[in-house]
């Protein structure tokens, strides 16, 4: 059952705008999507500027001092498509920064892709790592990322697929996801200086987006799927 919640004015990214999820969130039953970043009493991550920005404040020594950070809300399946990026303001001693979901909190405590039911694209090697199949072993994928690149990640619950974008540009599918399971957004850290800053859709992203989510929208199969989302909730 995805979260919810009443208020007068749901948040909603503009590539969300004039879609199915528009009319959802302007019902009486919209979905809650993620704004900021959980505060839970982490150790070795701090959160700034209105929980948009984490610093990794830990020692950094070993990966038993890695640490992620979610969301404040899961996205819902509902939505279909979701999207969100994470500038690296400071890639610090050595980039060791991951970014991607979770369909849990249960190991926030190692890097995204290091624990069941988590999954994340590191910067230092740029290589994908899935815990629910091969743990801390990574595969190719991308680029490394460093100080002042923007990674996009995106969610598509319809083909059950995530990729990533650098710096706006797509860089392909890198993992397969269940349609049946709503998602975290998470970023970890593991060395110090490290500090990232997210864009849940509060201003204008980096990859186009909009363009992207208008085609998606646009297929029937998925007008479909909306129509019946929007006959379920509203």
């Known amino acids: 059952m995805p979260n919810m919640v009443s208020i007068d004015e749901p948040f909603i990214p503009s590539y969300l705008k004039d879609t199915f999820v528009d009319k959802l969130q302007n019902s009486n039953c919209p979905l809650c999507l993620p704004t900021c970043f959980k505060e839970y009493s982490p150790k070795y991550v701090k959160c700034m500027d209105d929980k948009l920005m984490v610093n990794y404040i830990g020692p950094g020594v070993d990966d038993t001092q890695a640490e992620s950070i979610s969301t404040d809300f899961a996205v819902s399946t509902e939505v279909l498509l979701y999207y969100f990026e994470v500038d690296i303001m400071d890639k610090g ?12 909190l249960d190991n926030l405590n190692i890097l995204p892709g290091w624990g069941s039911g988590t999954m994340g694209y590191h910067g230092d090697d740029g290589q994908i790592f899935d815990g629910n199949i091969y743990s801390n072993y990574g595969q190719v994928y991308g680029p490394l990322y460093s100080t002042g690149d923007t990674i996009g990640c995106c969610v598509n619950f319809v083909d059950g697929h995530v990729f990533y974008t650098k710096n706006g540009t797509n860089l392909g599918i890198a993992f397969e996801v269940a349609l049946n399971e709503d998602l975290f957004p998470i970023v970890g850290m593991r060395t110090r200086g490290e500090c990232v800053k997210a864009n849940f859709g509060m201003k204008p992203f980096k990859f186009h987006i909009d363009s992207y989510a208008k085609a998606f929208f646009s297929e029937t199969r998925v007008i479909v799927q909306g129509e019946d989302i929007l006959n379920r909730l509203i």
């Not at 001693?93 to 849990?104: S, V």
């Open 93 to 104: 001693e050595h980039g060791y920064i991951g970014i991607g979901f979770a369909n849990n």
